[in-house]
């Protein structure tokens, strides 16, 4: 009888300890997205930032990749914005429509390339100039 019982007891810990993995597992994924989310879908770190009058559009590096957004300053109508991005040597990537929030995120190879970075959201616009050399 107490075998049966330590067993049981065995039991419950494995099964605690599986819950509460679980339940952290779950806690670290539910944090992640908005994260994911404040970035407009690019990886990396934010590396400029170009403001103009109706928005700004936000680079990201890797270590082998470069992205950018164009953002709205004040989300809410659907309104035409663009965002491209063109490494030295390379054709741009390009993103247009109509959109409320964001355009983008457009991604290129940037491995020790310099890279040019246009965007727009309405009536304003902004390009970088060769950055990230």
Known sequence: MLKARNRRGRWATCLGVFAAALWLGAGGLLTAQPARAATGGCAGDLVRTLPFSTGEVRVY?????????????????????????????????????????????????????????????GAGSVDSGWILC
């Open 61 to 121: 590096k890797t270590r082998d990749h470069a992205c950018a957004v164009a953002v709205a300053r004040e989300p809410g109508a659907r309104r035409p914005m663009s965002v491209s991005i063109q490494p030295r040597g390379g054709s741009p990537v390009r993103d247009a429509g109509q959109f409320t929030r964001y355009a983008g995120p457009v991604t290129a190879h940037a491995i020790a390339r310099c890279v040019y970075v246009k965007g727009s959201v």
